[in-house]
């Protein structure tokens, strides 16, 4: 949308110029703010007036209701450029409560992870459990579902699947494409998906790890914008050069922020923001969301006004959100008093110049879904009894390595059997869609298990489930575990199942209150790093990565492991 | 539009990749070319492949036809961000034959002036005659016709002319939105089209020259988003500080680069962009168009690549044309060869990958006109014969000063008479559209004239005939010779007309060739200065502009002398 303005009507349009003219009194008037001109880089002081949900006017004015801001700072509301919510672990509506009190206002959310177990009626299920939150929640839709041939989904998704989306005024596009072979090799399916967009003129947002040169060029030429998975300055500026757009990830695994903290100046800033991806509840509420990210830029050398500025106006360019990200008459009337400008303390949360008090986020983030899809999206399990003997070793298998705070794996090798004293776990991926039975199973060191096993239903980008473990005992115990729960995680010691977080919603989303969310995903982590995981990784973000065989270098799938720069199953 | 691709059918789009991965040949491949990068502010080096108008990959490429470029520089094309074509004196065929040779590839175009004189079917012309040219012409539609209550045009806009036009795919907004005064106060028929605008998403351009504080606020939340209007750098970061997106101009009369150069840096830059407004042909054939004001940039200590990316990328940004500006695939292939970077030398200019030759032009820039349109475009000139009685003295009245290079006026006091020691010369503007024999006088110092008068039937904004001379009886002689032309520009010497420069086309635009156009247009210039008019003003484009009450501080109008920050007339 191009203005605020064009929700008035025409005598609320002369009534919010009344305002800006001083001649009636605003609704809400922050009295002596310092506030961040996005357009000139300046913290500025006055006092802003705000009328219908848009600020109206920045001076000296009145209002029938004043807040005396005693000199903190007016910030533009925070947007995330790509998050899946299903990552976080809770529905929606939790989501957004917790992502508001950071001051993230609006987000371009990709339904991917919901959509991958169950097809366009998980896209709707987002659709419907988002509409009338005090969020902003707009849509891409999800463009690779499975993410590739080697992924074996709930549903397929289609470029007519997609279409039907493209009318609803909350989608902007469609998401990550990240099946890059697909798109190299021009294959049917995925062209059909990226000439839809175009002819619709949805944005297409990429997911590109590590390509380059001639492949980057095929990429970009076929319509994508932008990337959110650059690692280092050189793969950035390289995909900058392109005509890129930069989303700068710091999620719970995939943390970019440090090795792209150049990017936060010009002439880079102004093509670069920032997205969480996939970012668990429990960081959240303890670090933030993407509050946290600007915090973190600002300590690692951005100027403050540039970091919020990404976070909020340059997001808003890439999107052709044009009436969000700045503090001006005709913009929407989203923003963030932070008490400290380099903390990024924040005092309060306004949307739509509506603050967002406790009382209201609890009346006001409700989800209304019908019953249908409500029913549908509590029973995704669908799979046998896994039996020990199924797991057992079939000779040599590659070995994946985990890094340290990374979604990339390295190739270590191959092994046959499970070796504790050199970290060589094995790891199992099981259909759990179309009860076919299928299992795939390769090693991983790096991850530091020393006993029992570990599984989730949230396995990148099929969401079946995955498993590591110690022994085939302990990880079919596990994945039964998980299926008789109707999907979640869980730490398995090897006798007992120690802790468990149930995800009734598709196997990805639990309906527990925030509080209770953190807790129960605190208490899996704690088991898990109990029995000795690696503490440079997340135990389930990490591992549900694991599964993904759109990044490199190796990955788990139901049919084995993948060798992604090969593009090819290991035989 | 966000892609061009989406010109392209599917098959053409498949092909188009198959070039991008070098799988066929480009059409066009300019090989060892140095080209400008404006996402990272870069001259690269590569091969640069050209397939269906767009640019479809750099890097090591092979071409049905190949042009050695032997390190010359390509860069985007160029966009006048806000351009009068009628200002030039030429017709939109001759002006785009030029303009393109200067490396002009897209333009705006506010038909303000013929709409003046025509109403909306001067809008309706200037979009029949500029249907299919060589060069990308959009238009803003005029948003003040008359510009305000005391000008007296041929015709008026209302707010439900101008929607006819809004589902044009070449219409992108309303124009100058000039009329401040009936912004701030509201007034209906000002409200009712920057409404319409806003719901219609229609982009709204400004005027507002020296407006601050609670006036430019109230301008800002009437929805107007840029500005051209600024000739100090305070202005401008004011103006730009409140979200006004900044057009620097650089015109014939109206020339505000030298002032505001300190925008062409970070931060300001990425909001401001370039302008010609009002710029005579000979200007344009002898210094150019948008690469003058790049040229004078560089001059002036811009960064080159910072020049050359709010000359194309930048403007492409605020009008939400994401598919030019860049050298990258999937934009459109719009650029300009130059032998040399500061100088902006330029050798050859492509559009959508054609190169522009003579022949090329030639050939391809003709207006296809109804004879409806064309008819009524010729015969404009509706007023009465002038006699010398007609423009005798009525007391005092004020008197205007003219300042060398700028389009406001001072004020300078009263006159009762032409006073040629102290250079007060009489001027007086003669209604032409409705035969009401309107006749409003004041006088002017500044002017330098002479001897004898001159007259021009183009008086901004309403286009009614302004003749400023050194006796009553030159003048009426002078307008008498303008109206028997059928409109046009003459210097008279008190005995003959000296020299002459008929403009048929709604008393507005020559029908000339260029070459005869630039002829007779510095003809008329030379007469008017061998006549003693000062040189640091423009004889005629400084005229016409007298006339017009929306810019401070005094303006003659039919109705007699405004004083513009008073919104009176004088009497």
């Known amino acids: 949308m191009v203005y605020q303005q064009k929700n008035m009507t025409r005598s609320e349009y002369e009534e919010f110029l009344k305002v800006t003219a001083g001649e009636i009194k605003a609704e809400l008037v922050l009295k002596n703010a310092t506030y961040l001109d996005v357009f000139t880089n300046q913290f500025k002081q006055g006092d802003i007036a705000i009328s219908h949900g848009s600020f109206a006017g920045i001076g000296k004015y009145k209002g029938e209701k004043e807040i005396d801001m005693n000199g903190k700072t007016i910030v533009p509301g925070f947007i995330d450029a790509h998050i899946h919510i299903e990552s976080t672990t809770v529905t929606p509506e939790i989501f957004a409560k917790e992502a508001l009190k950071h001051g993230t206002t609006a987000i371009l959310t990709d339904p991917h992870e919901i959509a991958n177990v169950m097809g366009v009626d998980g896209v709707k299920y987002m659709l419907e459990a988002t509409e009338g939150l005090p969020m902003d929640i707009f849509f891409m839709i999800p463009s690779c579902v499975p993410s590739c041939e080697f992924d074996e989904s709930g549903a397929e998704i289609l470029a007519r699947d997609m279409e039907q989306f493209f009318d609803d005024k909350r989608v902007y596009g469609i998401a990550e494409l990240m099946d890059v072979n697909g798109v190299a090799t021009r294959r049917t399916d995925v062209i059909e998906k990226t000439f839809s967009a175009i002819q619709n003129d949805m944005l297409i947002d990429g997911h590109a790890p590590m390509i380059s040169g001639p492949q980057l060029m095929s990429y970009v030429a076929a319509g994508v914008l932008s990337d959110h998975e650059c690692s280092t300055m050189d793969e950035a500026i390289e995909k900058l050069g392109v005509g890129l757009w930069i989303m700068i990830r710091e999620g719970t695994a995939g943390q970019n922020l440090e090795a792209l903290i150049d990017l936060c100046k010009e002439p880079y800033c102004s093509r670069s923001m920032f997205c969480t991806d996939d970012r668990h509840i429990t960081d959240i509420m303890k670090e933030g969301h993407i509050d946290n990210i600007i915090r973190k830029a600002i300590r690692l050398g951005a100027e403050p006004a540039e970091a919020y500025k990404m976070a909020s106006y340059t997001a808003g360019c890439y999107f052709g959100l044009r009436d969000r990200g700045a503090i001006s008459p005709g913009f929407l009337a989203d923003f963030v008093v932070v008490n400290d400008v380099n903390s990024v303390e924040i005092e309060k949360v306004f949307k739509a110049g509506v603050e967002l008090t406790d009382e209201y986020l609890e009346a006001n983030c409700k989800a209304k879904l019908s019953d249908e899809l409500k029913d549908k999206a509590h029973h995704t ?78 396995a990148h980008d099929a969401h079946n489930i995955i498993a590591i473990g110690t022994s085939e005992e302990a990880m079919a115990n596990a994945v039964n575990a998980i299926r008789e729960m109707g999907g979640g995680m869980l730490v398995y010691d090897g006798q007992n199942v120690i802790a468990s977080y149930a995800l009734p919603v598709a196997g990805l989303m639990s309906e527990e209150d925030a509080m209770t969310a953190k807790q129960k995903l605190e208490e899996v982590h704690e088991a898990a790093y109990s029995l000795g995981v690696n503490k440079g990784i997340d135990p389930f973000m990490t591992l549900s990565f694991t599964a993904l065989p759109v990044i490199p270098e190796l990955r788990i799938t139901t049919h084995g492991v993948v060798d992604v720069p090969a593009w090819t199953l290991y035989h």
């Open 381 to 458: 399990m669908n799979m046998p009894v896994v039996s020990p003997e199924m797991l057992k070793s079939k000779g040599k298998l590659p070995v994946l390595g985990l890094v340290d705070g990374q979604l990339y794996t390295t190739r270590e090798g191959l092994a046959s059997k499970i070796d504790l004293s050199a970290d060589i776990l094995k790891a199992a991926v099981f259909e759990r869609h179309k009860n076919t039975g299928h299992i795939g199973m390769g090693y991983i060191t790096g991850y530091g298990l020393k006993q029992g096993a570990i599984a989730t239903s949230v």
